[in-house]
């Protein structure tokens, strides 16, 4: 059996499931979907804090007893149907096109734009707790998961051809600019990662953003998006350490918070992303930065055979988050530099036969001596269906 026949049938068979599930599903920090669990906090940070890690890394799934409910997680919706669209041009099977839309249509209901003016998206079903003690709710919208609808409505336009995506793809993109763009202390754009985040810099939210605006700028030449691309790319570049990493994020207070994991990937796509727009004089900067990157992100993060550190130097467990993101990544490095044919494939591979259950979908985390199988809906379904997508996509242009 090939290689394109074993992914064909993991992503067929992940469909199927998740389609069985209409979507509904947990993800690893929903614990404050649960009033018991609300009211056993009381309101402490502290205490919501603790049960969102325990019910995380919990490999027993407490959450039916806990009464944490079932979800559709906007996020996700958002990348199954960037799946959708590129199964649908693989295939041109009616059914994914079908499904595209159900999701486009979920993302226009979720839209916040009667709150904050312009089309945004705030990324769970849940209240959830940070362990710096800030707060992600229903009601506040954030950077990646709107970055990843405009992503969504952009790809679903080329196949539904509705302007009405179009329109929330612009609105999504007027929020970014003007809600999240700003300025840091030593001059550089880069966006917050939700209206609420004036404490610190997330260096890889300014890549969803810029990844976001790429796709716009396939279908817009406007001189705006431009220039906050090319400021967002600046600051990348600018953010890179020289082995090529970067950091998760900067705190005011001169705090830096060091986490080598999938966010790796989400940068180094974004410069990928901006390639081809990038002006002469910002090339060269940007052609390095994409060889820095992916060299620390596969000799470093990876192993020989397809699994992903944890968050390097920790190996274990073997999360499906980043996974996926390796997928993906090393899709798209296959039009920068071909050294890396073949790489996404030993991932995908290894992802399916370790942690892919028979009925579909994916475990959570692979330990050294156990499983956790907690199927949850976005972080691992999601993901992977993206990326199985992509990979399929992207190694059909290499034919």
Same mark, same amino acid.
């Given at each position: 059996?090939?290689?394109?026949?074993?992914?064909?049938?993991?992503?067929e068979?992940?469909?199927q499931?998740?389609?069985d599930?209409?979507?509904y599903?947990?993800d690893?920090y929903?614990a404050l979907?649960?009033?018991?669990?609300?009211?056993?906090?009381?309101?402490?940070?502290?205490?919501e804090?603790?049960?969102t =890690?325990?019910?995380?890394?919990?490999?027993?799934?407490?959450?039916?007893?806990?009464?944490?409910?079932k979800?559709?997680?906007?996020?996700?919706?958002?990348?199954?149907?960037?799946?959708?669209?590129?199964?649908y041009?693989?295939?041109?099977?009616?059914?994914y096109?079908?499904?595209?839309?159900n999701c486009m249509l979920?993302?226009?209901?979720?839209s916040?734009?009667?709150?904050?003016?312009?089309?945004?998206?705030?990324?769970?079903?849940?209240?959830?707790?940070?362990?710096?003690?800030?707060t992600?709710?229903?009601?506040?919208?954030?950077?990646?998961?709107?970055?990843?609808?405009?992503?969504?409505?952009?790809?679903?336009?080329t196949?539904?051809?509705?302007?009405?995506?179009?329109e929330?793809?612009?609105?999504?993109?007027q929020f970014?600019?003007?809600?999240?763009l700003?300025?840091s202390?030593d001059?550089?754009?880069?966006?917050k990662y939700?209206?609420?985040?004036?404490d610190?810099i997330v260096?890889?939210?300014s890549?969803?953003?810029?990844s976001?605006?790429c796709?716009?700028?396939?279908?817009?030449?406007?001189?705006?998006?431009k220039?906050?691309a090319?400021?967002?790319?600046?600051?990348?570049?600018?953010?890179?350490?020289?082995d090529?990493?970067?950091?998760y994020?900067?705190?005011?207070n001169?705090?830096?918070?060091? =986490?080598?994991d999938?966010?790796q990937?989400?940068?180094?796509?974004?410069?990928?992303?901006y390639?081809?727009?990038?002006?002469?004089?910002?090339?060269?900067?940007?052609i390095?930065?994409?060889?820095?990157?992916?060299r620390?992100?596969?000799?470093?993060q990876?192993f020989?055979?397809?699994?992903?550190?944890?968050?390097y130097?920790r190996?274990?467990?073997?999360d499906?988050?980043?996974q996926? =993101?390796?997928?993906?990544?090393?899709?798209k490095?296959i039009s920068?530099?071909?050294?890396?044919?073949?790489?996404?494939?030993?991932?995908?591979l290894w992802?399916?036969?370790?942690?892919?259950n028979?009925?579909?979908?994916f475990y959570?985390?692979e330990?050294?001596?156990?499983?956790?199988k907690i199927?949850?809906?976005?972080?691992? =379904?999601a993901w992977?269906m993206?990326?199985?997508?992509?990979?399929?996509e992207?190694?059909?242009?290499?034919?």
């Open positions: 059996m090939t290689s394109e026949k074993v992914i064909w049938d993991s992503i068979s992940l469909h499931w998740v389609k599930q209409d979507y599903g947990w690893p929903d979907n649960s009033k018991l669990i609300l009211k056993l906090c009381m309101g402490s940070p502290y205490l804090i603790l049960a =890690q325990l019910n995380k890394y919990s490999v027993v799934n407490f959450r039916t007893l806990l009464r944490v409910e979800g559709i997680d906007v996020k996700g919706m958002a990348l199954f149907a960037q799946a959708y669209s590129k199964m041009t693989l295939t041109n099977d009616e059914n096109k079908d499904d595209l839309l979920f993302l226009k209901e979720k916040l734009a009667s709150v904050y003016g312009y089309d945004c998206w705030a990324g769970h079903y849940y209240n959830f707790r940070n362990a710096d003690k800030s992600l709710s229903p009601n506040i919208p954030d950077v990646i998961t709107t970055s990843n609808v405009i992503k969504a409505t952009v790809e679903g336009y196949v539904l051809k509705r302007d009405d995506l179009i929330m793809a612009r609105g999504g993109y970014l600019v003007n809600s999240l700003h300025k202390k001059g550089y754009f880069y966006l939700d209206p609420l985040s004036n610190k260096i890889n939210a890549a969803e953003g810029l976001a605006i796709k716009l700028m396939r279908l817009f030449d406007e001189k705006n998006m220039e906050t090319y400021n967002l790319a600046d600051f990348l570049i600018s953010s890179q350490n020289t090529g990493s970067w950091v994020s900067k705190y005011n001169g705090k830096v918070r060091t =986490q080598l999938f966010h990937g989400f940068i180094i796509d974004s410069l990928l992303e390639l081809p727009f990038a002006d002469l004089d910002q090339k060269e900067g940007i390095s930065s994409i060889q820095k990157g992916s620390f992100y596969k000799e470093m990876f020989k055979d397809g699994r992903c550190h944890f968050r130097p190996e274990y467990p073997i499906i988050h980043n996926a =993101q390796g997928i993906i990544t090393f899709s490095l920068f530099n071909e050294e890396f044919l073949g790489f996404s494939t030993k991932i995908a992802t399916i036969l370790n942690m892919q028979n009925n579909g979908y959570y985390q330990h050294k001596f156990f499983r956790n199927p949850h809906m976005r972080w691992g =379904q992977m993206l990326a199985l997508a992509t990979y399929l992207k190694n059909e242009g290499q034919k």
